[in-house]
């Protein structure tokens, strides 16, 4: 573990007391471990999750785990519609590590055979590392600085989406400033964010991709969508909103179904939020809700193609 040397906005881990950071490179480690004939599962394989929950990338939290979305996982189950020929597909959007993505596809397979392709997406699926003599920094694909460390001394880079309002941490702010040394560090790892799990199952195909950016090879190739803890109304602009959905429309086949969900903590721990709709011509159709349902329904059963 490392210590937090400074961060005004702590990760789920801090809140609950640590002011320790998981370090990064534990996630290569565990990847290692992975690689023999018999993958180790339990702690080790919760462990490559958890450290993820102490990484802030592109203003939110890489939060997951095993079992966290049961119930979205039945409703794509109860309402997919397969195809008559050919491959099942389905996008889970935001998936993290894509240890949920497992659930899934496993979920997928009991139900409708070994037909299933799962495409697993998130924005970020790799962490890379920079060092200049005893000083690490990570950071992502797109060259967002993530975290530094020197020693076992961590400083948090990433700032939350919203933190130009607030202003940034000030010792991370100095640090940013050494523009010289952070110019001068050479890359000399690159780290997967995909669970060694994951990777292994070839029913799932991991893809960067940015909800709200469309890509027109994806267009009308999915029989469902799931999209938990993504699209949330504090990550996006309205207009973000509108071309996200715009974009889940687009990828859809005709009848496909989309699965909107958003965990939220509760007095006996999380509880899942969400609702289906279906691809109906321009519109999109809804058809049922779990928990308190989705907290942009109104977003999606006004929706319209333009």
Partial sequence: MIKVIASHALSP?????????????????????????APPEGSLSDEFSLILHDLRMGGTWKRTSRGRLPCAERMICAHLVPPAAGEIAVLDLGASDGITTLDLAAALRTAFGDRVRVFLTDLNLWLLRYRKGPVVEYRAANGEPIMARIGRVGLR?????HDQERGADPIAAAYLMCRGLRQSMRLDARISLIHPLVARDPAITAMELDCVA???????RFAAIRASNVLNPGYFSPAQMQAAIGNMHAYL????????????????????NGSVWRKAGERFAHVADFGAGSEIKSLLDGWLRS
């Fill in 13 to 37: 881990a801090e809140a609950s007391g640590s002011r320790r950071l998981s370090d990064p490179d534990l996630l290569l480690d565990i990847a290692g471990r992975f690689d023999g004939a």
């Fill in 157 to 161: 880079l990433a700032r939350e989406r």
């Fill in 214 to 220: 469309r890509v027109p090879e994806l267009a009308g």
């Fill in 253 to 272: 086949r005709e009848r496909g179904c989309i699965v909107i969900s958003r965990n939220q903590d509760g007095p006996a721990g999380e509880v899942e």
